[in-house]
């Protein structure tokens, strides 16, 4: 069983930077891949960003740019830099994690980001 715990969320002006922060616990971190995804009301949820257990990186195009995860495997940790945010980065963002070669994904309970003046 894995349990992740989103932090770093929080109210940024147009422009600004925020850090997600995801802390898994319970299982091989390194075993995992690892995504980053949003969900904005009324809205689908969408994978932003996602890295492979072998830290290979994909993202939306919308983010391209602007956003980078990384993981430390050590430290069971995955992170979501945004840089030069927008109005239409406001979500809930959600970290999970997936199994390599399973369908197995376990998902954190989402931070709340929210871009505004």
């Known amino acids: 069983q894995v349990q992740l715990v989103e932090s770093g969320g929080g109210l940024v002006q147009p422009g600004g930077s925020l850090r997600l922060s995801c802390a898994a616990s319970g299982s091989i971190f390194r075993l995992y891949n690892a995504g980053w995804s949003r969900q904005a009301p009324g809205k689908p949820r969408e994978l932003v960003a996602s890295?492979?257990?072998?830290?290979?990186?994909n993202y939306a195009d919308s983010v391209k740019g602007r956003f980078t995860i990384s993981r430390d495997n050590a430290k069971k940790t995955v992170l979501l830099q945004m840089n030069s945010l927008k109005p239409e980065d406001t979500a809930v963002y959600y970290c999970n994690l997936r199994r390599i070669a399973t369908t197995t994904t376990y998902w954190g309970q989402g931070t709340q980001v929210t871009v505004s003046s």
């Open positions: 890295v492979t257990n072998g830290g290979s990186t």
